[in-house]
């Protein structure tokens, strides 16, 4: 059985056109985890790529369906929760050499801007902060459509991806290669699947 009675659209996520089609989408909406995925692909040896994810995190969406501007987005991730299929690589990478996870426990993304690309691309505009350091990221965002779940509630989904050099955010780590090059790469890329749910109307 299908998990969603699909309703397509034509906006973001992210941002909505101001569009009276698109008005029932604004509103508050809480980011779910069991839905969604954040990743991570990194260049290892120069040769093969590392993947993985993180599987703590919350987030919300604000959309304005008439003002796309004043759409918003939130996002925190526990980096204790890094998990790239490898366990002793996994500590590395809490460790104070990557994230230092004990001393910095989150990441977090906080929009300060978004714009429509045309059709269902979109892009949004905030300030990362990792191991205590903030700077802008953009991410590119595909919009999915809208939903009705099975219990009633109201869904919006969207892709995105960035990249990133980690080094901007001091995780600056690597060793040399015998042949020439390095361990890690220093551009990441970072992928978002993101299922949000609407917050129901105050009373």
Same mark, same amino acid.
């Given at each position: 059985?299908?998990?969603? &009675?699909? +309703?397509?659209?034509?906006?973001? #996520? ?21 839905? =969604?995925? /954040? ?11 590392? *993947?993985?994810?993180?599987? !703590? ?8 369906? =008439?003002?796309? $501007?004043? =759409?918003?987005?939130?996002? !925190?991730? +526990?980096?204790?929760? /890094? ?5 002793? *690589?996994?500590?590395?990478?809490? =460790? ?13 993304? *906080? ?5 429509? %690309?045309?059709?269902? *691309? ?5 300030? @990362?902060? %990792? ?5 802008? @990221? ?7 459509? $809208? ?14 991806? #960035?990249?990133?050099?980690? $080094? ?5 780590? &690597? ?12 551009? #990441? +890329? %970072? ?6 749910? +609407? ?5």
């Amino acid at each position: 059985m299908a998990l969603f &009675n699909r +309703k397509r659209t034509t906006a973001p #996520a992210a941002v909505l056109d101001a569009d009276p089609a698109l008005a029932a989408l604004t509103g508050d909406y809480t980011i779910d985890p069991a839905h =969604s995925s /954040i990743g991570f692909t990194v260049r290892h040896a120069m040769v093969t790529n590392v *993947r993985g994810s993180f599987g !703590d995190y919350a987030g919300t969406l604000g959309l304005d369906g =008439s003002d796309p $501007s004043r =759409s918003t987005a939130s996002l !925190d991730i +526990k980096i204790a929760s /890094i998990d790239s299929g490898i366990a002793d *690589r996994d500590a590395h990478l809490r =460790s104070a050499d990557f994230f230092d996870a004990e001393t910095f426990p989150l990441m977090t993304f *906080r929009s300060t801007a978004a714009e429509h %690309l045309g059709g269902d *691309r979109y892009r949004i505009t905030g300030d @990362l902060t %990792l191991r205590d350091v903030t700077k802008p @990221l953009t991410i590119d965002l595909t919009f999915n459509g $809208s939903a009705t779940d099975v219990y009633g509630s109201e869904r919006v989904g969207f892709e995105g991806n #960035a990249e990133i050099l980690r $080094s901007d955010w001091g995780l600056t780590w &690597n060793a040399a290669l015998e042949a020439g090059g390095v361990m890690v790469s220093d551009k #990441a +890329k %970072l992928t978002f699947d993101i299922s949000a749910v +609407k917050a129901a109307p105050q009373a």
